[in-house]
Structure formats: C-alpha cells, structure tokens
C-alpha cells in the first residue's frame, strides 16, 4: 500500500538557517503530494501540495518540489523564524480514494532558537 | 469563518464508558473523515464518510463507530473505550473532488482522550 517516509526529530536550527526536511514516498500511480504544519495545541494546517510531476509547491516562504524520479517531496526554508517551529507533515493522496484519504508520514517537529 | 470544530477539546474518561467525540463543518463539505495521531506513527484514518449516510472503515476502525445523518455532522463514538484508544484524535473535511485534483483537507483543532 502507499507509504510516506520522513526524517526523524527533531530537527533544532537557529534563527535564519537553511531548513530541509526529507520526504519519499510509495504510491502505485501519481500520487499529489502535500506538507501539513501542526502548531502547537492546534490541528493540522495545509502548508503547501503538489499534484504532479516537477511541480513546485509554495508557501510562506516554503517549497517542494515533486520528483517521481526519486520520489520525494522535500521540504525546505532559506531562513527559518521562532515562529516555524511546529511539526510537519509529508502526506500524499492517491486517485484509488478519489485523492480523499490522506496517507501521512509520522511528522518531523522543528524547533527554531532565536 | 470556515471551520471544523470539535468537543470536547480534552477528555478523561475510564474503560468501558461510551462516549462520543462531535465533529462539525460549516463549509457544506461532502467529505468527512475521522484520524488518531499517536506518537511515532503520524496520523492514521479511523472512519470516513462521502456524504450523508455514506460512511466506509479507514485503516484503523477497530472499537470505533460513525454515523453522518447530517451533511455538517460527524460523530465519532467508541462504544467501549480501552486504554489503546488514549490519543488525539482529529476530525477533518474536504469538498468532494474528482479527476486528477487534490483538495485541501481542514482539520478540526484535536480532542485529547485518556482512557484509565
């Protein structure tokens, strides 16, 4: 069945450091490919999505991009802030559920010092 | 302002009392679907529904039950808690999507249940 792998955490940066979070996946087909940020007490925010193949995805400063050759979907920042720090995500859905059901990894928490 | 709400946000409670955790979408969205969050293992479907009285198992329904008589409403009921059920569990929603798209799914904020 699909699968997400990420990297493990937590991840601890200083403010303005590079950020990347590792993300591959297994789907049968083309799966899209999303982040999710979960900020603490709270519920899971969409971050940024990719549908297809090379496609970038982007948001607040985030990016991702799609590559079915390696299939991974990594995450990365030029400059984090305190305020980045949350859990991310790395899910994908898949057309066998109508791209409902979500699949996710088991969440990378980044933790940013000022 | 286009939500997901849940209550209650925490709950203790003991082995075998039936409670039920709400879930309800103002967005008019056909799909509804129900996940746990556990440590180590990220989020994992539990239940979702297409539409009214359209409801299917995700990977782990075991002890869980569902009903949507409503479009907006989506009740999660554990019949008989065990302790295996303490987790933060999340009740999310999407309009329905066809073809090649993906639409984003809204997450409701968590409900922290501890089973004794």
């Known amino acids: 069945g699909d699968s997400v792998t990420q990297m493990e955490g937590p991840v601890t940066l200083s403010e303005e450091a590079f950020l990347t979070i590792n993300c591959t996946y297994t789907?049968?087909?083309?799966?899209?490919l999303f982040w999710y940020v979960q900020y603490p007490g709270e519920g899971l925010q969409l971050l940024l999505k990719?549908?297809?193949?090379?496609d970038k995805g982007s948001n607040k400063g985030f990016e991702a991009t799609y590559r079915k050759e390696t299939t991974s979907f990594h995450l990365e920042k030029g400059s984090v802030q305190v305020s980045d720090s949350a859990v991310y995500f790395c899910?994908?859905?898949?057309?066998?559920?109508?791209?409902?059901?979500?699949?996710f990894g088991t969440g990378t928490r980044l933790l940013v010092s000022p | 302002e286009a939500q997901v709400t849940q209550n209650p946000r925490y709950l203790i409670t003991v082995t075998g009392k039936k409670l039920t955790v709400t879930c309800s979408q103002n967005?008019?969205?056909?799909?509804m679907s129900w996940y746990r969050q556990d440590p180590g293992l990220g989020l994992r479907q539990i239940y979702y529904?297409?539409?009214?009285?359209?409801?299917d198992k995700g990977d782990v329904p075991e002890g869980y039950k569902v009903s949507r008589k409503e479009k907006r409403n989506f009740p999660l009921i554990l019949e008989s808690p065990s302790p295996n059920q303490t987790s933060l569990y999340f009740c999310?929603?999407?309009?329905?999507?066809?073809?090649?798209?993906?639409?984003?799914?809204?997450f409701g904020p968590g409900t922290r249940l501890t089973v004794l």
């Open positions: 999310a929603s999407s309009s329905r999507v066809g073809g090649t798209n993906a639409n984003e799914q809204f």
């Open positions: 789907a049968t087909g083309y799966p899209s």
């Open positions: 990719a549908t297809k193949a090379d």
């Open positions: 899910a994908l859905s898949d057309r066998n559920t109508g791209f409902q059901k979500l699949v």
């Open positions: 967005m008019n969205h056909e799909y």
């Open positions: 529904s297409m539409n009214v009285e359209v409801t």
